[in-house]
T-cell receptor
Framework: SQTIHQWPATLVQPVGSPLSLECTVE??????LYWYRQAAGRGLQLLFY??????ISSEVPQNLSASRPQDRQFILSSKKLLLSDSGFYLC?????????????FGSGTQLSVL | KQEVTQIPAALSVPEGENLVLNCSFT??????LQWFRQDPGKGLTSLLL?????REQTSGRLNASLDKSSGRSTLYIAASQPGDSATYLC?????????????FGAGTILRVKS
């Protein structure tokens, strides 16, 4: 079965600093990968998704970027963090199960920009 | 553009009650619908997946139904327990959606009092 690794679990960064969040997956090949953000008191927002190596689609124009250098690696980056980048960042993939194709989530990174 | 609405936004019930959470979507051309649970500060856990051709799915005390033509799904929780307290989200995947993206509702915050 597929596994999603996200780290760190918690991150505190000053405004203007760079960001790199890494997501790696196991137990699947060529998955569709997703970055979501959940701001405090708000719903789940899709930021980026990737259907293959080097293929990135952006849902919301903003201060962030994503890259997929390897099949099972998805990276979320920023050159200069803003206060509004604070939130809970979740990596996800579509995986095949006996019941059908499901969306699975990693454990998330809580980012606080101060 | 698909929109997903969940009612109620919050629900507080005494232990042992049966309860229903509602999810509605505007575009009936869906591939599947998924219900998730999220505990505070944690990632999302998939509860039930209903394919567009299915009417319902069951897992333990949980039963999810789907009425695609009316754009509705319900999650039924039998004999609620304090451990069921969490946020419940539904998400739909469009039929011909590039990237197989899911659209999420804002969630229902459930509190089960002992």
């Amino acid at each position: 079965s597929q596994t999603i690794h996200q780290w760190p679990a918690t991150l505190v960064q000053p405004v203007g600093s760079p960001l790199s969040l890494e997501c790696t997956v196991e137990g699947t090949s060529n998955p569709n990968l997703y970055w979501y953000r959940q701001a405090a008191g708000r719903g789940l927002q899709l930021l980026f998704y990737s259907v293959g190596i080097g293929q990135i689609s952006s849902e919301v124009p903003q201060n962030l970027s994503a890259s997929r250098p390897q099949d099972r690696q998805f990276i979320l980056s920023s050159k200069k963090l803003l206060l509004s980048d604070s939130g809970f960042y979740l990596c996800a993939l579509i995986g095949r199960t006996g019941q059908g194709e499901k969306l699975f989530f990693g454990s998330g990174t809580q980012l606080s920009v101060l | 553009k698909q929109e997903v609405t969940q009612i109620p936004a919050a629900l507080s019930v005494p232990e042992g009650e049966n309860l229903v959470l509602n999810c509605s979507f505007t575009d009936s051309a869906i591939y599947n619908l998924q219900w998730f649970r999220q505990d505070p500060g944690k990632g999302l856990t998939s509860l039930l997946l209903i394919q567009s051709s299915q009417r319902e799915q069951t897992s333990g005390r949980l039963n999810a139904s789907l009425d695609k033509s009316s754009g509705r799904s319900t999650l039924y929780i039998a004999a609620s327990q304090p451990g069921d307290s969490a946020t419940y989200l539904c998400a739909v995947r469009g039929l011909m959606e590039y990237g197989n993206k899911l659209v999420f509702g804002a969630g229902t915050i459930l509190r089960v009092k002992s």
